[in-house]
């Protein structure tokens, strides 16, 4: 049963940029925050954006000001718009209901920036 699918994987320059889409179930979409999360390996995952229905936003310090989570609520679909990405930044990406994750988790889409 997949209820989150990410896509947008992609190897980028430091500098530059790359969009993540998340989409989900209706039911899901509807009745929860959405949130992205990212893990790097020897990593605990961490909560980088979310995003509510009336659409409030958080970000985690350590990319705010280079990432924006938006949504489109006809296609169910979260996004995470990724610019002056860095090594750091390097992280299987996955979305969920935030902040917590209640839902199963997905595959995750990979993210490598390169130096």
């Known amino acids: 049963q997949v209820q989150l699918v990410e896509s947008g994987a992609g190897l980028v320059q430091a500098g530059g940029s790359l969009q993540l889409s998340c989409v989900t179930s209706?039911?899901?979409?509807?009745?929860?925050?959405m949130a992205w999360y990212r893990q790097a390996p020897g990593k605990e995952r961490e909560r980088v954006a979310q995003?509510?229905?009336?659409?409030?936003?958080y970000y985690a310090d350590s990319v705010k000001g280079r990432f924006t989570i938006s949504k489109d609520n006809a296609k169910n679909t979260v996004y995470l718009q990724m610019s002056s990405l860095r090594p750091e930044d390097s992280a299987i990406y996955y979305c969920n209901t935030g902040p917590r994750a209640f839902t199963s988790w997905g595959q995750g889409t990979q993210v490598t920036v390169a130096s």
């Open positions: 995003i509510t229905g009336g659409g409030f936003t």
């Open positions: 209706r039911s899901i979409f509807n009745s929860n925050t």
